[in-house]
Nanobody, 125 residues
Framework: QLQLVESGGGLVQSGGSLRLSCAADGFTLDYIAWFRQAPGREREGVSAIRSRDGRTEYADSVKGRFTISTDSASAMVYLQMNDLKPEDTAVYYC????????????????????WGQGTQVTVSS
């Protein structure tokens, strides 16, 4: 059964850290990405990874603070978020493209076909 389940969100003070997890049961993780959506804003690509060579991409707003990683053996994907800011407040989603897709723009939402239900991250000032 194909299922993406995010966890690890919560409430944290500015400057704090959280580690998000995504369980990607049934998926081949050629590409996997994290997106986020704040109220009233469009969904934004945060980070993505290509498993065959470990290539990663990050939104400019999170570079140096967030790190994406995978554990292929357990089909888990993680997003370590450090030095969190109030503007990081959003619902965070993991996403995977249809198997065999070659993703050109790794932070573009339209490249991904499967989405989790999201996990809320709230950063207080």
């Amino acid at each position: 059964q194909l299922q993406l389940v995010e966890s690890g969100g919560g409430l944290v003070q500015s400057g704090g850290s959280l580690r998000l997890s995504c369980a990607a049961d049934g998926f081949t993780l050629d590409y996997i990405a994290w997106f986020r959506q704040a109220p009233g804003r469009e969904r934004e690509g945060v980070s993505a990874i290509r498993s065959r060579d470990g290539r990663t991409e990050y939104a400019d707003s999170v570079k140096g603070r967030f790190t994406i990683s995978t554990d292929s053996a357990s089909a888990m994907v993680y997003l370590q978020m450090n030095d969190l800011k109030p503007e990081d407040t959003a619902v965070y989603y993991c996403a995977v493209p249809r198997r065999g897709t070659v993703v050109q723009a790794m932070l573009q939402a339209s490249a991904y076909d499967f989405w989790g239900q999201g996990t809320q991250v709230t950063v207080s000032s």
